[in-house]
């Protein structure tokens, strides 16, 4: 048994021994022999935490009913759910930072705040990273618990940046050059791999414009998009993007870009900290022995990663919301999300981000270097992954529609910028 293989099975038995029965905060016999239905969307932790659910079934006589589905159509799924007020899921996975205010202000979250001032002494809900439990919030309320931490990286094959002399670049005009320099190299290889489907683009996006010191919005919640540096940011986005990404890249996401860099045919991946697992995994990946992690490059203003929690959330519409809590908060717990870093899932915890048995199985550099890359994150990421309001979903498209453009061609830099400006001002003007 390997030392991380000895970390899960140390962690889910302990999580088994420890688990609280505590279904409805001041209901702690409820709950045995219910069934539950889960709606995830394919994403690391959906795969970690699948394996360990028969555990948590043993232990509470609780059914959980699994449904997967890729990321959009898992989002399409859930809202259906919520606005046919449909009791057929109970518990969803959620990403607060992009639906947030909306799902808050449609009433699609079941408020847990009491929950949480009501769990197990064990749980230690004031145990999450500031930044991670924060981001579960609207107004305060708090809606989701947090599940993992994660943000853009930079991914890259040690093996081709030893053989051409090339270093981890520091800062986007160096990884533009590098990418050059692969390109010219090896004409055969995919220089970089990056995100260009248009919902997805601002995750990987905002590093560059935070990277030039633009945020999103300026203090008085109009867009920033006529400042040079958003300007600036797009242009490098899309140089990469249409100069040295693969054909296609325009409908590319994490998957897309996980299965062409774990095939070997990218030398680099600009991509979630969350993706290691898919391309390290020696039973699917063919460059696992040779990945480096790196924080993702700097701007003009320096490096300014984004970084964000996935949540699980309570539907309020779910007619088993004492076992409902029950998972939420064994899923969530000090002992499970150990067993999820075997999964290569960052942990929101704190305790568990500086526990022995975690750090200890740490022992390969590329995992030194993704925690050093993530630790990053924590410290250093602006946790707005695009402009925050009722309104975000469609924000990030307008975003990504407009880069996209720049991406094939179809406008400048400049064009790109001012469509976004001019496509965020009425939404934020909602919010």
């Given at each position: 048994?390997?030392?991380?293989?000895k970390?899960?099975?140390?962690a889910?038995?302990?999580?088994?021994?420890?688990?609280?029965?505590?279904?409805?905060?001041?209901?702690?016999?409820?709950?045995?022999?219910?069934?539950?239905?889960?709606?995830?969307?394919?994403?690391?932790?959906?795969?970690?935490?699948?394996?360990?659910?028969?555990?948590?079934?043993?232990?509470?006589?609780?059914?959980?009913?699994v449904?997967?589905?890729a990321?959009?159509?898992?989002?399409?799924?859930?809202?259906?759910?919520?606005?046919?007020?449909?009791?057929?899921?109970?518990?969803?996975?959620?990403?607060?930072?992009?639906?947030?205010?909306l799902?808050?202000?449609?009433?699609?979250?079941?408020?847990?705040?009491?929950?949480?001032a009501?769990?197990?002494?064990?749980?230690r809900?004031?145990?999450?990273?500031?930044?991670a439990?924060?981001?579960?919030?609207v107004?305060?309320?708090?809606?989701?618990?947090?599940?993992n931490?994660?943000?853009?990286?930079?991914?890259?094959?040690?093996?081709?940046?030893?053989?051409?002399?090339l270093?981890p670049?520091?800062?986007?005009?160096?990884?533009?050059?590098?990418?050059?320099?692969?390109?010219?190299?090896?004409?055969?290889?995919?220089?970089?791999?990056?995100?260009?489907q248009?919902?997805?683009?601002?995750?990987?996006?905002?590093?560059?414009?935070?990277?030039?010191?633009?945020?999103?919005?300026?203090?008085?919640?109009?867009?920033?998009?006529?400042?040079p540096?958003?300007?600036?940011?797009?242009?490098?986005?899309?140089?990469?993007a249409?100069?040295?990404?693969?054909?296609?890249?325009?409908?590319?996401?994490?998957?897309?870009?996980?299965?062409?860099?774990?095939?070997?045919?990218?030398?680099?991946?600009?991509?979630?900290?969350?993706?290691?697992?898919?391309v390290?995994?020696?039973?699917?990946?063919?460059?696992?022995?040779?990945?480096?992690?790196?924080?993702?490059?700097?701007?003009?203003?320096?490096?300014?990663?984004?970084v964000?929690?996935?949540?699980?959330a309570?539907?309020?519409?779910?007619?088993?919301?004492?076992?409902?809590?029950r998972?939420?908060?064994?899923?969530?717990?000090?002992?499970?999300?150990?067993?999820?870093?075997e999964?290569?899932?960052?942990?929101?915890?704190a305790?568990?981000?500086?526990?022995?048995?975690?750090?200890?199985?740490?022992?390969?550099?590329?995992?030194?270097?993704?925690h050093?890359?993530?630790?990053d994150?924590q410290?250093n990421?602006?946790?707005?992954?695009?402009?925050v309001?009722?309104?975000?979903?469609?924000?990030?498209?307008?975003?990504?529609?407009?880069?996209?453009?720049?991406?094939?061609?179809?406008?400048?830099?400049?064009?790109?910028?001012?469509?976004?400006?001019?496509?965020?001002?009425?939404?934020?003007?909602?919010?």
């Open positions: 048994m390997s030392p991380r293989t970390v899960i099975a140390g889910v038995m302990a999580g088994t021994l420890a688990l609280p029965a505590c279904g409805n905060p001041s209901d702690a016999t409820s709950g045995g022999g219910e069934s539950i239905t889960v709606v995830m969307s394919n994403h690391p932790f959906q795969r970690g935490i699948e394996p360990l659910i028969p555990d948590f079934e043993e232990e509470t006589g609780i059914e959980v009913n449904e997967t589905f990321e959009q159509q898992a989002r399409d799924k859930i809202q259906l759910n919520l606005q046919s007020k449909s009791a057929a899921m109970d518990v969803y996975m959620t990403l607060p930072s992009r639906e947030g205010p799902f808050a202000d449609a009433g699609y979250y079941e408020p847990l705040d009491d929950y949480l009501d769990a197990s002494e064990d749980y809900p004031d145990d999450f990273s500031r930044g439990i924060d981001g579960m919030k107004d305060e309320a708090t809606y989701a618990v947090p599940i931490v994660e943000g853009p990286v930079l991914y890259y094959r040690t093996d081709l940046f030893e053989e051409w002399g270093t670049p520091a800062t986007v005009e160096e990884l533009i050059d590098t990418a050059a320099a692969i390109a010219a190299e090896d004409p055969g290889i995919t220089p970089i791999t990056l995100r260009g248009a919902p997805a683009l601002p995750f990987t996006f905002g590093p560059f414009v935070h990277g030039n010191g633009v945020e999103w919005t300026d203090d008085e919640g109009r867009p920033n998009f006529d400042e540096g958003a300007v600036e940011a797009i242009e490098a986005y899309a140089t990469l249409r100069e040295y990404g693969p054909p296609g890249v325009i409908n590319y996401s994490f998957t897309e870009s996980s299965t062409l860099f774990a095939q070997g045919e990218a030398a680099m991946m600009l991509e979630s900290s969350n993706e290691l697992n898919s390290v995994d020696q039973a699917s990946s063919t460059v696992g022995e040779t990945v480096g992690v790196a924080p993702v490059p700097g701007g003009s203003a320096g490096a300014a990663p984004t964000l929690s996935w949540g699980l309570m539907s309020p519409h779910s007619q088993n919301k004492d076992d409902a809590w998972f939420l908060e064994w899923a969530s717990s000090p002992e499970t999300q150990l067993a999820l870093t999964a290569e899932i960052a942990p929101p915890r305790s568990v981000a500086q526990d022995s048995e975690y750090t200890d199985a740490l022992d390969t550099p590329t995992l030194q270097a993704w050093d890359a993530v630790v994150l410290e990421g602006h946790v707005e992954v695009g402009p309001g009722t309104e975000a979903p469609t924000m990030r498209q307008v975003i990504g529609d407009a880069v996209g453009k720049a991406i094939l061609g179809d406008a400048t830099a400049e064009e790109a910028a001012a469509e976004i400006q001019a496509g965020l001002e009425p939404l934020l003007a909602e919010r």
